[in-house]
């Protein structure tokens, strides 16, 4: 797409199961329900489950956009970036992907925190709230991460395979025996499952309070998207693998918000928001065995770590191929076949914001207020690929599905994500998401010196014409050669 490329990715390097672990992994669901269960049902109570299914509807959404997209634009290490930018708009796109990138780095910053508090928990609880030793950890562990991201594709896979068969066994097993706990020997305080469950009947700006930290839940799966180069089959196996991705996660999300739901009062729930997994983990199970669920999260942990990264890595290869951003990102390992010093480059800037979240409150603050609404920045890149797949198909919906799940799902999801996005600022107060949109905003003017430098390629939007037969399942339009 753009400038000539001297070495590409590894191509077949992953299968449909592997692009699904990785999307369901790259979601974190131990750690996300870890992190704001409790937030959830502080909000709205035991309407969690409606919440989920709410925004699983959206989430679903843009899993068909990005379906459609790389099937009928193509695959790409760009994802999102390189979809928009050839589909709808350069300058939305290029936007795109630094949302992509600032996100990521963002959240690799303060998603390292808990891996090092996590792993203190596991070996002495007291050791957890030691700033210093949190930080060694987790900077240990991104290193770790950072090595195998960087070592190649492959291996990256069979290390999610590993880290997810772990999180969901550990959270499926405990689900599992608060159920029969509840229904099968009974347990005082417990509560029936009901259908208000599963409907929402509170007030708007409870709706929306609780839909901005459901929609989190699901945030991640699009790391597939940056991976169709390297994915055999690339495209289909990664927009189904999307599509599949969000269906595991509604389950899997829905199975343990009710187990926790049955077996502890709502009461009980909000006070131990912070550590409601633990907590549950703790009334089905005498130490150590309790202690499996820190060790799912920390799993989680880790591996949303290295799918964070990933997507950071590809899409910001992807703009340095596009001569849009420094050409040292664009530099291919000649054996390992990834963007070896982009992704060191990256982990170089998350290594000292992990830092700087434990030693300096300043720039600590700073850092999790910006993490906190990365969700500005991630509804901006979700809703423009919504838009930009109804934009893609307007033209050609030669096909019912098309119609439905390549044009009005996407677009009403996109819309809908965008306004949630500005509910998220409205609702954060200006001072609060300033720190996220100064991230965002520092892509502007990079954006326009690029825009100076490399005038043609902002120009000149290449949309591939698509014949009809592509369109109602043909090969596909042939980008082999495009770059």
Request: aromatic fraction near 12%; glycine fraction near 8%; proline fraction near 5%.
């Amino acid at each position: 797409m753009g400038s000539e490329r001297s070495t590409r990715l590894k191509a077949n390097a992953l299968n449909f199961f592997d692009n699904t672990v990785i999307g369901v992994a790259s979601t974190a669901p131990a750690y996300s329900l870890a992190a704001s269960l409790g937030g959830i049902v502080a909000v709205v109570g035991f309407m969690s489950p409606a919440l989920l299914l709410w925004n699983f509807v959206p989430m679903i959404g843009i899993a068909c956009a990005f379906y459609y997209l790389n099937k009928y634009v193509g695959p790409s290490a760009g994802g999102v970036y390189s979809w928009v930018s050839t589909s709808l708009n350069r300058y939305l796109g290029y936007m795109s992907g630094w949302a992509i990138a600032a996100a990521g780095i963002l959240f690799l910053i303060s998603g390292s925190v808990p891996a090092g508090t996590y792993t203190l928990a596991l070996i002495n609880p007291d050791l957890s709230d030691n700033p210093v030793l949190v930080s060694l950890v987790s900077a240990a562990w991104f290193i770790v991460v950072t090595f195998i991201v960087v070592r190649g594709i492959e291996i990256t896979a069979k290390f999610q395979w590993v880290l997810l068969l772990i999180e969901y066994v550990v959270l499926l097993v405990f689900a599992g025996v608060a159920l029969y706990r509840v229904y099968g020997v009974g347990v005082p305080g417990s509560t029936p499952i009901h259908w208000s469950w599963f409907t929402f009947h509170g007030s708007l700006a409870d709706f929306a309070s609780a839909t901005t930290i459901a929609l989190f839940f699901y945030w991640g799966f699009d790391t597939i998207t940056n991976l169709g180069e390297e994915s055999k089959d690339a495209r289909n196996n990664p927009g189904w693998a999307g599509v599949t991705s969000v269906i595991a996660l509604l389950i899997i999300f829905l199975v343990v918000s009710i187990s926790v739901q049955v077996l502890i009062p709502e009461e009980e729930i909000v006070k131990h928001q912070d550590d409601i997994l633990s907590y549950f983990a703790g009334l089905l199970a005498p130490h150590p065995w309790s202690d499996l669920m820190i060790l799912s999260v920390l799993s989680s942990t880790v591996a949303t770590l290295e799918t964070t990264l990933l997507p950071s890595a590809r899409v910001s290869y992807e703009m340095a191929v596009d001569r849009v951003l420094p050409e040292v990102f664009g530099k291919v390992h000649p054996s390992w076949k990834t963007p070896h010093i982009g992704t060191l480059i990256i982990a170089a800037i998350s290594f000292i914001g992990i830092f700087s979240i434990n030693l300096s409150s300043s720039v600590g603050s700073f850092l999790e207020n910006a993490a906190s609404n990365v969700g500005i920045m991630v509804a901006y890149y979700y809703g423009i690929s919504g838009v930009t797949s109804a934009w893609f198909l307007r033209k050609r919906l030669t096909d019912w599905r098309i119609l439905v799940f390549g044009f009005v799902l996407p677009l009403l999801s996109g819309l809908y994500l965008v306004a949630v996005g500005i509910i998220v600022l409205l609702e954060s107060g200006f001072s609060s998401s300033l720190p996220a949109l100064v991230a965002f905003a520092l892509g502007l003017p990079v954006m326009a010196h690029y825009a100076f430098k490399n005038r043609a390629w902002f120009r000149s939007p290449e949309v591939p014409a698509l014949s009809e037969d592509v369109l109602v399942g043909g090969a596909g339009v042939d980008r082999s050669g495009d770059v």
